[in-house]
Antibody, heavy 125, light 110 residues
Framework: EVQLVQSGAEVKKPGESLKISCYGS????????IGWVRQMPGKGLEWMGI????????RYSPSFQGQVIFSADKSITTAYLQWSSLKASDTAMYYC??????????????????WGQGTLVTVSS | QSVLTQPPSVSAAPGQKVTISCSGS????????VSWYQQLPGTAPKFLIY???KRPSGIPDRFSGSKSGTSATLGITGLQTGDEADYYC???????????FGGGTKLTVL
């Protein structure tokens, strides 16, 4: 069974750094792209970007470029999302998801067939 | 303001049929496959429809998808109270170079 298990909820202060994780099991982790999706409180879904754990090919949404960093360690089948300096506006639920399909040089499909349970990040002074 | 436009809410009685629209442009829906997701309260989104009209394994045929031009539609027949959720459409946007989602539609089964 394909499973993505994310790290637990975090409460941080503005300016602090954070790295959350997404552990994959039940499939060949290095073969499938892993995407990240943000959902701010009471709001809709936002695509942050995507990473291929096999070769660390990474695509960022322009809205998140320079604000976050994606990484992955295929030896422990885990993907990461990190911030160097959190802001209150980063308060949200963050989901990782496995892509069914692949990104080309010019586009990525929106076919996330398995999702993590989400990690709630709260940034407050 | 989302790039893809969905109605904020729809409602119907149990057993009835409902459709949810998703309107875009040539840079997104017009030239790329559309996917749909169901998000039950307090849970992660669930993969519902991909490549406009395909259902992943385990998704009942009560759920269907279609696309025409720059619009897509999700149909749900035989509504059940368990279908009450937020539904999102999404696709790639080649002008923005990003995946875009609709704002979401809240389905109420009366």
């Amino acid at each position: 069974e394909v499973q993505l298990v994310q790290s637990g909820a975090e409460v941080k202060k503005p300016g602090e750094s954070l790295k959350i994780s997404c552990y994959g099991s039940g499939y060949s982790f290095g073969t499938y792209w892993i995407g990240w999706v943000r959902q701010m409180p009471g709001k809709g879904l936002e695509w942050m970007g995507i990473i291929h754990p096999g070769d660390s090919d990474t695509r960022y949404s322009p809205s998140f470029q320079g604000q976050v960093i994606f990484s992955a360690d295929k030896s422990i089948t885990t993907a990461y999302l990190q911030w160097s300096s959190l802001k209150a506006s980063d308060t949200a639920m963050y989901y990782c998801a496995r892509l069914l399909g692949y990104c080309t040089s010019t586009s990525c499909p929106l076919d996330f067939d398995s999702w993590g349970q989400g990690t709630l990040v709260t940034v407050s002074s | 303001q989302s790039v893809l436009t969905q109605p904020p809410s729809v409602s119907a009685a149990p057993g009835q049929k409902v459709t949810i629209s998703c309107s875009g442009s040539n840079s997104n829906i017009g030239n790329h496959y559309v996917s749909w997701y169901q998000q039950l309260p307090g849970t992660a989104p669930k993969f519902l429809i991909y490549e406009n009209n395909k259902r992943p394994s385990g998704i009942p045929d009560r759920f269907s998808g279609s696309k025409s031009g720059t619009s897509a539609t999700l149909g749900i027949t035989g509504l059940q109270t368990g279908d009450e959720a937020d539904y999102y459409c999404g696709t790639w946007d080649s002008s923005l170079s990003v995946v875009v989602f609709g704002g979401g539609t809240k389905l109420t089964v009366l």
